[in-house]
């Protein structure tokens, strides 16, 4: 099968588009022929990132996996004799597992014709969905969900601002807000007003014309996905007890939101305003859940542009950029 080897850190360069061995089913595992595949900040960061504590996680010398990408959608090629979840044909959307044994190409890159994926990691695709639109869905949602919700305590009638409102997360978190019954404020430049608000916010802030630190106006809660601002900044954004929940940005590395985070925390030591860590995590039951409000129409997902399994390089370019309106997407 044809795929996107990753081999080395730091230049795009490295990426390779070649025949590799199709991957084998595993008892517990569905082998997907993927349809589309989605990708997300994460995939240039682990690129780019050199630093020493990072290189732990992923290789030291060199990367141990080679595949890039988590976020796939396509149909059930086969399954393993412990799965009974799913069968031949059945069209579904996902993840791929983080910690599959085996080869650690085959197993883990949706940046492929086919993947082993555990049971656990999918579910049917909503019936109102392209494979394109459903491989938006997985990270960004758990991260959009999860930050609102867990880490946010989101609550219905709080006024919650979304920074970053028209990335991939920024647009489900948009949507999803509302779904709580939330006043949403959301900040993007002046390109992307008019599709924020399209999504459902009450109110647009163009960052380039005005400063979201300094409008007199008070959030119940904060979700940053870019991370230009400290949290010093946004308190002033933030009623007495508001909760900030860092989600991403600052930086084009691993290293420049985890210094961001940990400042932010530790300043809130001293104030009432907190921060709320948030670490997003795959979970069959919110890949229901969001299911669920696709499938309603009360949310949907936005993409910007899709690049065929050779443009993976220039895909994941793209998106470093920043500029991204909504998802990138990879087709197969």
Not at 65 to 82: H, R
Not at 173 to 183: F, L, N, R, W
Not at 281 to 301: H, N, V, W, Y
Request: glycine letters at 10%; hydrophobic letters at 40%; charged letters at 25%.
């Amino acid at each position: 099968m044809k795929a996107v080897v990753f081999k080395a850190y730091g230049s795009l360069d490295a990426l390779e588009f070649k025949e590799v061995d199709k991957p084998r089913a595993g008892d517990d595992d569905v082998l997907v022929r993927i349809r589309a595949a989605g990708i997300n900040p994460s995939d240039w960061q682990v690129m780019r990132d050199v630093t020493p504590v990072t290189r732990r996680i992923f290789g030291l010398i060199g990367p141990k996996m080679n595949g890039l990408g988590s976020d796939l959608a396509g149909t059930v090629e086969a399954v393993g004799k412990n799965v009974t979840r799913f069968r031949p044909g059945d069209e579904v959307f996902g993840q791929v597992s983080d910690d599959a044994p085996g080869d650690p190409y085959m197993e883990l890159s949706p940046f492929a014709e086919y993947a082993c994926v555990p049971q656990d990691f999918l579910e049917a695709k909503p019936v109102n969905l392209s494979f394109e639109q459903a491989a938006a869905v997985p990270m960004a949602g758990f991260t959009a969900l999860q930050g609102l919700r867990d880490a946010g305590r989101i609550a219905s009638g709080q006024k919650v601002l979304i920074n970053g409102a028209s990335g991939g997360v920024g647009t489900f978190a948009v949507q999803i807000a509302k779904t709580y019954g939330a006043d949403v404020t959301a900040v993007c430049s002046t390109r992307n007003v008019e599709i924020v608000r399209a999504l459902g916010a009450d109110r647009v802030i163009d960052y380039t014309r005005e400063d979201f630190t300094r409008t007199g106006q008070r959030h119940d809660l904060i979700l940053d996905n870019v991370g230009n601002r400290s949290f010093r900044e946004c308190r002033r954004a933030l009623t007495r007890k508001g909760i900030y929940v860092p989600s991403g940005g600052s930086g084009g590395n691993w290293s420049g939101p985890f210094l961001h985070l940990l400042a932010s925390f530790v300043s809130s030591w001293f104030v009432t305003q907190k921060v709320r860590p948030l670490l997003a995590k795959r979970s069959r039951t919110d890949l229901a859940f969001l299911k669920e409000l696709l499938e309603s129409g009360r949310i949907a997902p936005v993409i910007d542009r899709l690049y065929p399994l050779t443009g993976v390089p220039d895909a994941i370019r793209y998106l470093a950029t920043g500029h991204a309106q909504g998802k990138v997407i990879i087709t197969i």
